[in-house]
């Protein structure tokens, strides 16, 4: 499988433990699929020495000329790949490198990356949630590769980067191609109520990108490419903090931040 990216550049996200691993998009790229948990090969020439090309796996469908973000889960031996040009998400056994199947039900490449899908991609045992380009969050059933709920963001562009709670069951994802910008605070529970809709960021001129929780601060951290520092989401907690800029009071559904400016106390760029 020679994979062949997207023509707008970013980073690879990764990590190598016992925890799910994003790998995120890059510029041309090999994936070695029994040897993601391991190592991802990047744009780095330092971090992709000592790879090599294992395996090519064939993909059934259309070639592969657009795609997004994939996503490993080491537990249960899956690769996922976001396939705008099957209109799906592929699915891949990491212990035989072989493809399993597909998802479809997405929109596919429209001829814009700001409302093709599927998008961002992330995986939560039995489940994977799929950002789509009508900005829709999808939940797969992995066991049965059906998409069992789709929840609306409320946006006119594509769902793409998110981030997982899992000990909080809850999963942040961001419209960043919308203007603005805008992220979506959804329960993992059953129904996938939203808990917080429409999360802007103040000043943030040139969209949002890639979330993380953090588990030891019990904060989600949004990137902002433009126009604002780095923004921190505090979806649980009411009390004030003074690290860079963002807090979402818990009583209120609205997530319009700039009306919670008594708790934005601080704004700091990062070296």
């Known amino acids: 499988m020679n994979l062949l990216h997207e023509s707008r550049p970013t980073q690879i996200h990764s990590q190598v433990s016992t925890e799910p691993v994003s790998i995120g998009r890059t510029c041309r790229t090999l994936i070695q699929i029994s ?10 020439p ?28 080491p ?22 490198n072989e493809f399993v199947g597909r998802v479809g039900g997405f929109v596919g490449f429209t001829g814009s990356n700001d409302t093709s899908g599927p998008d961002g991609l992330v995986a939560d045992g039995d489940r994977l949630y799929a950002g789509n380009g009508d900005s829709t969050l999808k ?11 789709s929840v609306n963001t409320g946006g006119a562009k594509r769902v793409d980067e998110m981030a997982l709670d899992t000990a909080g069951q809850r999963l942040l994802v961001v ?21 917080f ?14 979330p993380a929780w953090d588990q030891k601060t019990k904060r989600f951290y949004i990137s902002v490419p433009a126009g604002s520092p780095c923004s921190i989401l505090r979806p649980a907690w ?24 008594s708790v934005v106390e601080r704004s700091q760029q990062l070296s």
């Open 35 to 44: 040897a993601l948990v391991g190592a991802a090969v990047c744009a780095n």
């Open 46 to 73: 330092a971090s992709a020495a000592g790879t090599q090309l294992v395996q090519m796996i064939a993909v059934p469908g259309n070639p592969l000329a657009s795609y997004d973000i994939s996503w490993v889960d």
């Open 75 to 96: 537990t249960r031996h899956h690769y996922y790949l976001a396939d705008r040009s099957n209109a799906g998400v592929d699915i891949f056994d990491t212990r035989t």
């Open 139 to 149: 939940v797969i059933d992995v066991d049965s590769m059906q998409i069992v709920n």
């Open 175 to 195: 419209n960043n191609a919308d203007d603005p910008a805008f992220m979506t605070l959804i329960s993992t529970k059953k129904g996938n109520p939203i808990l």
């Open 197 to 210: 809709g429409h999360v802007t960021v103040p000043g943030a001129t040139g969209g949002l990108e890639q």
């Open 238 to 261: 009411s009390r004030p903090y003074s690290t860079w800029a963002v807090a979402v009071h818990p009583a209120s559904r609205s997530g319009q931040l700039s009306t919670f400016s």
